[in-house]
């Protein structure tokens, strides 16, 4: 779907351990966002990049980190995970018009 | 800060009645409002947008209408139908980014 895919699907990891989600796109978009999604609270962002080494914070950003080397993988990672970080994560890139996203299918991650 | 506020968390209505979700923004400069919906297990998909230069936007069953001075954006779905069924999020514009509400889950009963 607008050439968005998300890796892994799925994931279960130790608290401490380091995870990273992986966010990939096929249409040279410059926007790439990465929220996480709970119940109660919705959508929120975590970080985002408006290009090639240029990232910037999101509402909810302690505990992650973004790097985007090349313009087509936005990489999320959780340098320590905590199981206050389990949810589902959801990437973004703005496909259409100056704001419109396209969500990629998300990753559901469980901290144990 | 940047914020936005949408009511009510949980909807029920019954099939061929009217759905009416309020979402509320911080920033005045905002100027981009859209409205995705989101199916369980599915991820959010864009249903209706509306730009700071348009009181009202309507698209079949669906329509959003924006009061820019009051900071008020509004989803009307008329003539529910059971497959209206699913999570509904609003957005606002800030700067390079979609702030989201916290949902209303619609249920329509048949």
């Known amino acids: 779907d607008a050439g968005i895919t998300q890796s892994p699907r799925h994931k279960v990891t130790e608290t401490g351990t380091p995870v990273t989600l992986r966010c990939h796109q096929t249409e040279n978009h410059r926007y790439m966002y990465w929220y996480r999604q709970d119940p109660g609270h919705g959508l929120r962002l975590i970080h985002y990049s408006y290009g090639v080494k240029d990232t910037d914070k999101g509402e909810v950003s302690d505990g992650y980190s973004v790097s985007r080397s090349k313009t087509e993988d936005f990489l999320l990672t959780l340098e320590s995970a905590t199981s206050s970080q389990t949810s589902v994560y959801f990437c973004?890139?703005?496909?259409?018009?100056?704001?419109?996203?396209?969500f990629g299918s998300g990753t559901r991650l469980t901290v144990v | 800060g940047e914020n936005v506020e949408q009511h009510p968390s949980t909807l029920s209505v019954q099939e061929g009645d009217s759905a009416v979700i309020k979402c509320t923004y911080s920033d005045s400069a905002s100027n981009y409002f859209p409205w995705y919906k989101q199916e369980l297990g599915k991820r959010p998909q864009l249903i209706i947008d509306i730009r700071s230069n348009v009181g009202e936007k309507k698209d079949q069953r669906i329509a959003v209408t924006l009061n820019k001075t009051a900071k008020h954006f509004s989803l009307h779905i008329t003539e529910t139908q059971p497959e209206d069924s699913a999570v509904y999020f609003c957005?606002?514009?800030?700067?390079?980014?979609?702030?989201f509400g916290t949902g209303t889950r619609l249920q329509v009963f048949p």
């Open positions: 973004a890139i703005r496909t259409g018009g100056p704001y419109g996203y396209t």
């Open positions: 957005a606002a514009s800030f700067t390079d980014k979609l702030i």
